[in-house]
């Protein structure tokens, strides 16, 4: 199988062009390309497809096989490898995802795009379509149960589910420990990315997170936009702000006006490469 390996700020995945290539089974494939060991080595794969509703179509595993409906750092990703590779001309494209079709906006320097300013869509705040089992909703600052401690939990889907959690202290988290306990937590059906976050300034944040199917990545784009929205709704920032992630920054705008989220941030190939499988 040819593929891509690609990263967007460190959240690093294996693309394929299934515009000529065919993947049969694309969760056990995903487990064993992201093998760091035995494999390529990467967070997950992303197949990209042809589409009838929109340019291209994005589908996205994590490294444990299962299927995530979106990804904001692999988006990205998607749209630099499109254009650098020759698929289109655009620098405004189209993707559909499983949670809907993304608008993106590419900034192209001596023929490759540099950067990728994506139209993330609404971020949903209902409990029940997060979703996430809770007596309140909206979640915004509760207080849950997470193994022995009691956390403040924020609660937002952007496509995807996120709890966001404030904390005094990012870098000396034990996120092997506590990512996990949210991961398999009750209150999350269909289990959920969990953000820790630190509040820098009113313009900026920094952030962990430990991901459903992947665990601790260096970078969430679903995430970063979910923590942007619930720094704003605890008034804790203003509606622009930077994410600061282990693997670099990202740029996040909620426009509250449209309630639309607006992810900016790179894009990088790694290695092109050829799979036995
Ligand atoms: N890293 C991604 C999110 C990937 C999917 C997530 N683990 C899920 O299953 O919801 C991003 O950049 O958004």
Redesign the pocket.
């Given at each position: 199988m040819k593929f891509t390996k690609m990263q967007g700020i460190g959240?690093d995945y294996v693309y394929v062009n299934c515009l000529e290539e065919r993947v049969e089974h694309p969760s056990e494939t995903a487990i064993k390309v992201s093998d760091r060991h035995f494999g390529i080595g990467s967070?997950g794969l992303i197949l990209i497809k042809p589409s009838e509703k929109a340019d291209f179509e994005m589908e996205?595993y994590?490294a444990d096989g299962?299927q995530?409906?979106?990804?904001?750092?692999?988006i990205r990703c998607v749209a630099k490898y499109v254009y650098d590779y020759g698929l289109t001309k655009k620098t405004q494209i189209s993707v559909d995802t499983k949670s809907g079709i993304k608008y993106l906006d590419l900034t192209v320097k001596d023929g490759k795009a540099v950067e990728i300013r994506v139209n993330m869509g609404r971020p949903i705040l209902e409990a029940e379509k997060i979703p996430m089992k809770y007596p309140q909703s909206p979640v915004i600052a509760k207080p849950l149960n997470v193994g022995e401690n009691i956390y403040e939990v924020t609660a937002v889907s952007m496509g995807?589910p996120h709890a966001v959690v404030f904390v005094e202290d990012v870098q000396n988290l034990d996120i092997e420990k506590v990512g996990p306990d949210f991961e398999k937590h009750q209150a999350f059906p269909e289990s959920v990315?969990t953000e820790f976050v630190r509040v820098l300034d009113r313009k900026t944040v920094e952030m962990r997170v430990w991901?459903?199917?992947?665990g601790e990545?260096l970078?969430?784009?679903?995430?970063a936009c979910a923590v942007a929205v619930a720094c704003a709704l605890n008034g804790y920032t203003e509606d622009a702000v930077t994410v600061k992630l282990l693997g670099g920054d990202l740029k996040i705008a909620w426009d509250r006006e449209d309630n639309l989220v607006y992810m900016t941030g790179p894009a990088q190939v790694v290695f092109d490469g050829e799979i036995r499988l």
């Open positions: 959240n967070d996205m994590n299962s995530g409906a979106m990804c904001g750092n692999g995807n990315n991901e459903r199917g992947s990545t970078a969430c784009g679903t995430g």
